[in-house]
């Protein structure tokens, strides 16, 4: 068992050199994470699927067919119909092998355990993959983006129109080589794919019950902020 305190918990309360050290510490256990290669990429390691490419490990997890767009509004029928086209204008560029490295895929405040000034642990590896190292952005950037949906219920109102835009500073600080990409934008957009579309599937399915508006709603902010604004490239360049 892990000592340490849940940094949800504290987070908004830390003063800035506190955000700094644990965003610091973070990077290098990023970093001894991605030193781990792999021959091939498997999102995530647990699908016990794995492929010669990481744009073949993505076709088989995003697939627009589970949704059934008929029963959309019209706003988000063409929503989808945008993220549709430009996942087929853009997978080709992850055509790449020979990238993969052991990712994390789920770092986030709960995830993170803190005493003192110190990082203690991070667990929960279940979405681990194998997968290029910028890979490891998407939650990253999610979380970061809107902790507010990664924190539990009763936090929620803690981390309200709360943004990490500082601590992703601190990121690029003592980890630039994440960010050091051909394409990053396009990248990461491509990797969000299955995450944002899994909204709406999870909604159809009724996964979201009793929260359906909350649903719809992070995914029209997703879409927004991820794929219809210049947020990532103000964020990532």
């Known amino acids: 068992k892990l000592k340490g ?25 990023l970093k001894k994470y991605h030193s781990i290669k792999s021959p091939r990429y498997a999102i995530p390691i ?13 076709r088989r997890i995003i697939d627009f067919g589970e949704i059934k ?5 019209k706003e988000h029928r063409s929503d989808i119909e945008f993220l549709k086209e430009f996942y087929e204008n853009n997978i080709g560029i992850l055509n790449e092998e020979n990238t993969a490295v052991f ?3 789920d770092i986030h405040l709960e995830n993170i355990l803190y005493e003192g000034g110190d990082i ?40 309200e ?21 051909d ?30 508006t909350k649903a719809m709603q992070i995914f029209s902010e997703e879409m927004r902020d991820i794929y219809q604004t210049d947020w990532l490239e103000k964020l990532l360049v």
């Open 5 to 29: 305190t849940n940094s949800a918990h504290g987070w908004t309360k830390f003063d800035i050199k506190q955000k700094e050290r644990l965003i610091a510490q973070l990077a290098e256990e």
């Open 46 to 58: 647990c699908s016990n699927t794995s492929f010669q490419s990481i744009g073949a490990a993505l």
């Open 69 to 73: 767009v008929d029963v959309l509004s």
């Open 103 to 105: 990712i994390h895929n």
């Open 120 to 159: 203690t642990g991070i667990i929960d590896f279940d979405w681990s993959s194998y997968a290029p190292r910028d890979y490891e952005l998407r939650q990253i950037l999610e979380t970061f983006r809107c902790p507010k949906y990664t924190v539990e219920d009763r936090l929620e109102p803690f981390y």
């Open 161 to 181: 129109n709360y943004q990490m835009i500082e601590e992703l500073g601190f990121l690029k600080k003592y980890y630039p080589d994440l960010f050091k990409q």
């Open 183 to 212: 394409n990053l934008i396009t990248r990461v957009r491509l990797y969000y794919l299955r995450k944002i579309l899994h909204r709406v599937i999870d909604f159809q399915q009724g996964i979201w019950k009793g929260k359906d």
